[in-house]
């Protein structure tokens, strides 16, 4: 059997470093150099080799490249708004027989922290349900206001939905008012605007910067 010599670290280190140099004396002259050279010394000499006027082309290059990817901001141009010029409330004698209504409020609404929204009462035990002094008023059929008033707009006009120029044609100037359809655009609704400008018709549900 052979004998084996126990081979440290830095002796392995020694050997490699050894068989390299071998390496290196045996390559041609041209090779070594090129090996030997580092990566920032080989960026030097083609910093060298680069000619000044060629640094500043490159660079206006990649300027009009950069500006040509960025696509331009384009701003939305706002869209022109017609103005109302009939919005005029209307002399109505009956409105004035309009009653006056008390607060409607659901049971209870105090004590778990309810909305304020109607709700009628239901349930067999309840005081408001029998309609006990001091536990909320009921609607009923008393509070009604008279016929002459009813389905009139605060404004004093009877109101009547529009989709277009056409249906606006079709009302009475005198006592109906139009209210715009909500799913009338812009356009749409610049138009029917101008429209009832000219025939005086008083529009009920203008919106901001309208009037």
């Not at 206006?60 to 409330?89: D, G, N, Q, W």
């Not at 006056?100 to 408001?128: C, M």
């Amino acid at each position: 059997m052979k004998d084996f010599k126990d081979v440290t670290p830095t002796e392995k280190k020694r050997e490699s470093k050894i068989s390299r140099e071998k390496k290196l004396e045996e390559e041609p002259k041209g090779r070594r150099k090129k090996k030997e050279l580092s990566v920032a010394e080989e960026k030097a000499l083609e910093v060298k080799e680069v000619k000044p006027e060629a640094k500043v082309e490159e660079a206006k290059a990649e300027e009009k490249k950069e500006v040509k990817e960025k696509p331009k901001e384009k701003k939305p141009k706002p869209k022109p708004v017609e103005k109302i010029k009939y919005h005029v409330k209307k002399e109505v004698p009956e409105l004035k027989l309009e009653k006056r209504k008390p607060k409607f409020r659901r049971q209870e609404h105090y004590k778990h922290r309810l909305d304020n929204v109607w709700r009628k009462a239901t349930g067999i035990d309840s005081k408001q349900h029998e309609g006990k002094r001091g536990k909320g008023f009921k609607p009923s059929i008393g509070y009604k206001n008279p016929n002459v008033i009813q389905s009139l707009h605060p404004l004093g006009y009877k109101p009547v939905v529009v989709h277009n120029v056409q249906e606006l044609a079709k009302l009475d100037s005198r006592n109906e008012g139009a209210v715009i359809a909500s799913a009338v655009g812009r356009r749409k609704r610049n138009q029917i605007i101008a429209e009832a400008n000219k025939l005086k018709i008083v529009i009920l549900n203008p919106r901001k910067g309208e009037t």
